[in-house]
């Protein structure tokens, strides 16, 4: 059939989460953790198998190649079974692990779009800094393993400039903050073309977020279970943060009136099944301060947020700054808002 009659299947891959769906949509079909559940004990058959018996080794990798999950299930399958080993395809935002990258697609395309790659144009996003040979790759698999009939890769922070404006002008220049799971990248775009030689990261991300949640959350000791207490410090960060612009005022609010401000997070312990609950006071918003205030996460990174959107803008040719200085967009996880 023929591809352009059938809208393009969107994957958007980050470190984190992947969002897929199809175009002319406004929101995506699915939004999957990017991890892959691998059966360990397939692999280790591979390995172990002596040469003379090849049929029982080629059996082995067989299976190893069909039982995998990803996603949802692959966390609780993990959870449940110790012969499924969690993998990350990508970290940093980059490509890490290109088989399990391959076998997440596969599940992605037939397992949740249901549709056959063949029939469908497929529009796929890189991060900024992306090396040309990944994006080799990307193309390798998508023709050679997918079949699709045509393949266009786009920096994920140009398109999000693009589905930023609401008029018909779309003028496409502006700076794009995109804060992911495991990388910030400042990008300027001009035009629709990004200026690589102006892009600036930080160290900080969404991960960092959660993880100094979960370190304030387990100071004050909270009564939240080791295992679960990455999740749970996820889902305040989800839930419950946000930016303020005086940290001391916000402070006063919180003590003044703590029955306000302060939120309660009700669970149940994944191991005995026993309810629990904490409370959520300050990390509400001491937690998005890591951006505007690193020193209070990490020695490593003392250059607040505002200050490197500024040098980025600066970085650029003379002529666009006035424009890019106009607009800026903060693209955070799986939402966009605009500043």
Not at 94 to 119: G, H, K, S, T
Not at 247 to 260: A, G, M
Request: proline share 6%; charged share 20%.
């Amino acid at each position: 059939m023929d591809p352009t009659s059938r809208p393009a299947v969107v994957i958007d891959n980050g470190t984190g989460y992947t969002k897929m769906g199809f175009a002319g949509n406004v929101e995506p079909c699915f939004i999957l953790p990017t991890v892959v559940a691998v059966n360990e004990s397939f692999l280790n058959q591979t390995r172990t198998s002596s040469k003379a018996n090849f049929l029982a080794q080629h059996s082995a990798g067989v299976m190893a190649d069909l039982d995998f999950y990803i996603g949802e299930e692959a966390v609780s399958k993990s959870r449940s079974s110790t012969t499924y080993n969690l993998s990350y395809p990508i970290k940093q935002g980059q490509v890490d692990n290109w088989d399990a990258m391959e076998r997440y697609w596969q599940q992605c395309i037939f397992n949740y779009l249901r549709c056959d790659p063949e029939d469908h144009y497929f529009l796929l996003t890189e991060s900024p800094l992306t090396a040309p040979e990944s994006r080799e790759y990307t193309g390798e698999i998508m023709f050679e393993t997918f079949n699709v009939p045509g393949l266009y890769i786009a920096v994920n922070s140009v398109l999000a400039l693009a589905a930023g404006y609401t008029t018909s002008k779309c003028e496409m220049t502006g700076v794009v903050v995109d804060v992911g799971d495991g990388a910030t990248h400042i990008v300027p775009v001009a035009d629709g073309y990004v200026i690589g030689s102006s892009i600036k990261s930080l160290p900080m991300a969404g991960k960092d977020v959660t993880l100094f949640i979960q370190e304030l959350m387990r100071e004050r000791g909270e009564n939240v279970p080791p295992e679960d207490s990455f999740d749970v410090a996820r889902k305040v960060k989800e839930m419950y943060c946000y930016t303020c612009s005086d940290i001391v005022k916000e402070f006063n609010k919180h003590d003044k009136e703590p029955s306000k401000y302060i939120k309660h997070w009700r669970g149940i312990k994944p191991k005995t099944g026993a309810p629990y609950s904490c409370d959520i006071g300050y990390e509400r918003f001491l937690g998005p301060e890591v951006f505007f205030s690193p020193e209070i996460y990490s020695s490593d990174s003392v250059t607040p947020l505002p200050v490197v959107i500024d040098r980025c803008i600066q970085s650029a040719p003379i002529d666009t700054r006035r424009a890019l200085y106009k607009v800026l967009f903060f693209v955070v996880c799986n939402s966009t808002t605009t500043r």
